[in-house]
T-cell receptor
Framework: AQSVAQPEDQVNVAEGNPLTVKCTYS??????LFWYVQYPNRGLQFLLK??????LVKGSYGFEAEFNKSQTSFHLKKPSALVSDSALYFC????????????FGAGTRLFVKA | KAGVTQTPRYLIKTRGQQVTLSCSPISGHRSVSWYQQTPGQGLQFLFE???????NKGNFPGRFSGRQFSNSRSEMNVSTLELGDSALYLCASSPGTSPSTDTQYFGPGTRLTVL
């Protein structure tokens, strides 16, 4: 079965510094990978996705993610963090076992300190 | 366009009762998926509907059911509520026929508390 892992429960970074939120995946076949963000008391918002093509995917709010097939990773990055980036981030992958569905990682809470 | 709307936003029920949650997708979206979010289990897939047909169901007991109407609005029902059903229930709509590859647009969720 497909799976996705976010190895860090929490990431702390100072405002203005670069941030990375890690994600690794396990799929058979071509991976379909996503990042979503959740702000308090809100639903999830789409940031970016990788279906095929360039390994560097650019998304909303200045975020980007690098697809690395050899390391089976899809880390989310931003060159300069903002306090307003503080939120819960989810990596997700398409699972095609027993019908297509999206499975989400456990989430990584990002704290950006002013 | 208006976003995905979910009603009610908050709900308090007691064990043994049943509950119905509603989701209105973005206009023109025909795919609707439901997820349960809890601190312990994270986000778990419940079901997916397209054109009034349930195309996939997650690993949940039969107490959890859903349907989709001809206008793409969807409802989910939980019968015989248990304490463990307390969660944030999220609905997402997507524009194409395959939510697992499309961008999903999430509603704000319904917070269900079972006492």
């Amino acid at each position: 079965a497909q799976s996705v892992a976010q190895p860090e429960d929490q990431v702390n970074v100072a405002e203005g510094n670069p941030l990375t939120v890690k994600c690794t995946y396990s799929v058979s076949g071509n991976p379909y990978l996503f990042w979503y963000v959740q702000y308090p008391n809100r639903g999830l918002q789409f940031l970016l996705k990788y279906i095929t093509g360039d390994n560097l995917v650019k998304g909303s709010y200045g975020f980007e993610a690098e697809f690395n097939k050899s390391q089976t990773s899809f880390h989310l990055k931003k060159p300069s963090a903002l306090v307003s980036d503080s939120a819960l981030y989810f990596c997700a992958v398409r699972d095609d076992t027993g019908g297509f569905k999206t499975i989400f990682g456990a989430g990584t809470r990002l704290f950006v300190k002013a | 366009k208006a976003g995905v709307t979910q009603t009610p936003r908050y709900l308090i029920k007691t064990r043994g009762q049943q509950v119905t949650l509603s989701c209105s997708p973005i206009s023109g979206h025909r795919s609707v998926s439901w997820y349960q979010q809890t601190p312990g289990q994270g986000l778990q897939f419940l079901f997916e509907y397209f054109s009034e047909t349930q195309r996939n169901k997650g690993n949940f007991p039969g107490r959890f059911s859903g349907r989709q109407f001809s206008n793409s609005r969807s409802e989910m029902n939980v019968s015989t509520l248990e304490l463990g059903d307390s969660a944030l229930y999220l609905c997402a709509s997507s524009p194409g026929t395959s939510p697992s590859t499309d961008t999903q647009y999430f509603g704000p969720g319904t917070r269900l508390t079972v006492l």
